[in-house]
C-alpha cells in the first residue's frame, strides 16, 4: 500500500500507476492542468478535473481518484480537497506528467 501524507492522500510512483493500467485497474485519472498545458502533454485516459460531468461531486465518494499536474504540486493540494470532500482512496500520482514522460512513455513530451 502506498504511503500517505498528514492529510491522508496516498503517493503513487509513476511505474505503479503504469501496473494499475497493465492490470486494468479501475481508476478515475484526473488531470488538474489547464488545458493548454494537457494539449503540450497527457496520459491517454486522462481527464481534466473541468471536463469530469457533473464535477467532483458527481463521483462516487469510494471511487479511486489518481489526480496529477506538471510535478505533483497541484495534484496534491487537488488530493488533499478531495479528502476533505469525503472521497477515502485518493493518490497524487509522484512526479506529475514529468516523471511519467521520463520513466514510462518517453514519447510523451516534457515541458
Do not use: K, Q
Not at 501496473?19 to 497527457?42: C, F, N, Q, Y
Not at 497524487?92 to 515541458?111: F, H, K, M, S, T
Request: charged share 35%.
Amino acid at each position: 500500500m502506498s504511503e500517505r501524507d498528514g492529510h491522508g492522500v496516498r503517493r503513487l510512483r509513476v511505474e505503479e500507476l503504469a501496473r494499475w493500467r497493465r492490470e486494468g485497474r479501475r481508476h478515475w485519472l484526473v488531470d488538474v492542468r489547464p488545458r493548454s498545458e494537457r494539449a503540450l502533454a497527457s496520459i491517454e485516459g486522462a481527464v481534466g478535473l473541468d471536463e469530469l460531468p457533473g464535477g467532483l461531486d458527481a463521483l462516487d465518494r469510494d471511487a479511486t481518484l489518481v489526480f496529477l499536474c506538471h510535478h505533483g504540486i497541484r495534484s496534491m493540494l487537488a488530493a488533499r480537497r478531495a479528502i476533505d470532500a469525503g472521497f477515502t482512496d485518493v493518490h497524487n500520482l509522484e512526479g506529475g506528467i514529468d516523471a511519467w514522460a521520463r520513466d514510462v512513455d518517453p514519447d510523451i513530451p516534457r515541458y
